[in-house]
């Protein structure tokens, strides 16, 4: 493995460099602030990422960079480099690399149970920019939707800057609570509001780590075309499954219809390439790419596809299934062990995260900071809300520290808490 290169990677293990877009911001005159747009102006809040040298990070859903495939990545370059000359050089289709496409429709069949064609996908820089392009096609400032609370972070981020009003859908150990999704949409509907999207993470949700189950699935689809709103279905964790069987997609039980479903290979290849995909149907996905003015990396998508064929996505997807379960474990073995009575959670059965529920007396934002002081950090719980709650959660990611690491900064944070409950 050649060592990480600190100026580019930005969470715990490297350096603590700012995002290009916080030292704009920074930076921009008070005249140049009074030309924000709305999505400027809502953009006012730095993220929280973790870092700092020597800390112990369990804050960020990063890949294990151990584990980052190095050089089976350079050989592939090689190969690419040397069988197809400068082609993946030029600009690409907007949709994105026909082969890489091919490789993932082969995949999403197999594996997801989603039958599509290059017609209904679309390459997309992470998953990031899949809900990015979908808020561009659906949603205006002002407008409503619902989504589960709590959620991926940046997601969070996303709706905010767009300014829609979200509803929040608690969840249980089955996923979202469909009998309050019903009353909410039944409740918005009775006031002339009408929400355009639901968005959810169906597996091993972030931050939560249910897993929504099949009763609920059918439910929501059903709900979907009841009040006429579409499903952000994000998958980022689909392959990650640690034991149990797979569910079929909302997509799948939708046919295609009210449920726009994307993926990534940041959390199975390399998030650094930036390889997501979305799928829906033929009619959004040709609106979706005008809307999508830039055609991506034809270069990185030419490096994954030259990658991952052959068999070899599917052989890594079975090593990180066995290295997550592991560091899952290990810090389910700590939490147990070591972890005071009053604090609960759940066992994910797969994806990246550990999410904690504190008793009353218990502030996730002074913890984060005794913590800080010997070297450990992790994710507040607020940073997953839309409307600042969660101070008593705590999310633990357990993808991206080692093994030892891992044990002693669970070691350290068990004792915070003891010590913060009886002081
Ligand atoms: C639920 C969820 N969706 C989407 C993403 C997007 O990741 P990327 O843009 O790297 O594909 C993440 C990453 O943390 C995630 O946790």
Redesign the pocket.
Same mark, same amino acid.
């Given at each position: 493995m050649m060592p990480l290169d600190e100026s580019v990677v930005t969470d715990g293990r490297g350096s603590a460099a700012r995002d290009g877009w916080e030292r704009a911001a920074m930076t921009a005159t008070a005249g140049v602030q009074d030309l924000f747009s709305v999505r400027g102006r809502n953009a006012s809040e730095a993220r929280e990422r973790g870092g700092g040298p020597g800390m112990i990070s369990f804050t960020a /859903?990063f890949p294990d960079p151990v584990h980052l495939p190095y050089e089976g990545v350079a050989e592939a370059t090689g190969r690419l480099m040397s069988t197809h000359g400068q082609g993946p050089l030029q600009y690409g289709a907007v949709r994105g690399y026909t082969g890489l496409l091919d490789l993932l429709i082969e995949k999403l069949g197999r594996d997801q149970g989603i039958r599509c064609a290059q017609e209904n996908m679309l390459l997309t820089? /992470? $998953?990031?920019?899949a809900?990015a392009l979908l808020i561009d096609l659906f949603l205006d400032p002002g407008d409503t939707i619902l989504s589960e609370e709590p959620t991926?972070s $940046? %997601?969070v981020r996303a709706f905010a800057n767009v300014g829609v009003n979200v509803e929040g859908i608690p969840l249980d150990d089955d996923g979202a609570r469909v009998d309050v999704l019903e009353a909410k949409l039944r409740d918005l509907h009775a006031r002339g509001i009408a929400p355009k999207a639901f968005y959810m993470?169906p597996n091993f949700q972030?931050p939560g780590g249910m897993t929504t189950t099949l009763e609920r699935r059918r439910r929501i689809v059903a709900l979907a075309r009841e009040y006429n709103f579409v499903i952000f279905e994000?998958d %980022?964790?689909f392959d990650l499954r640690f034991e149990g069987g797979q569910l079929p997609t909302l997509y799948e039980l939708a046919g295609g219809s009210h449920v726009a479903y994307f993926g990534?290979f940041?959390?199975i290849v390399a %998030?650094g390439m930036?390889i $997501?995909w979305l799928v829906a149907d033929k009619a959004l996905i040709d609106r979706l790419s005008v809307l999508k003015v830039d055609g991506g990396s034809p270069f990185a998508a030419h490096i994954a596809h030259e990658y991952c064929k052959d068999g070899v996505l599917e052989a890594r997807v079975q090593e990180l299934i066995a290295l997550y379960r592991h560091r899952r474990d290990l810090m389910l073995g700590e939490l147990n062990e070591r972890m005071p009575e009053g604090i609960t959670w759940r066992v994910p059965e797969g994806g990246f995260f550990i999410w904690l529920d504190l008793p009353a007396g218990l502030d996730a934002t002074r913890i984060l900071a005794a913590c800080r002081e010997r070297g450990v950090e992790f994710l507040p719980g607020t940073a997953c809300f839309f409307h600042g709650e969660g101070r008593r959660n705590i999310r633990l990611s357990f993808s991206y520290a080692d093994d030892e690491q891992t044990v002693r900064g669970m070691r350290a944070l068990c004792e915070v808490i003891g010590e913060q409950l009886t002081a």
């Open positions: /859903g820089s /992470g $998953g990031s920019q809900l991926w $940046g %997601a993470i972030n994000d %980022a964790y990534t940041s959390k %998030a930036r $997501g």
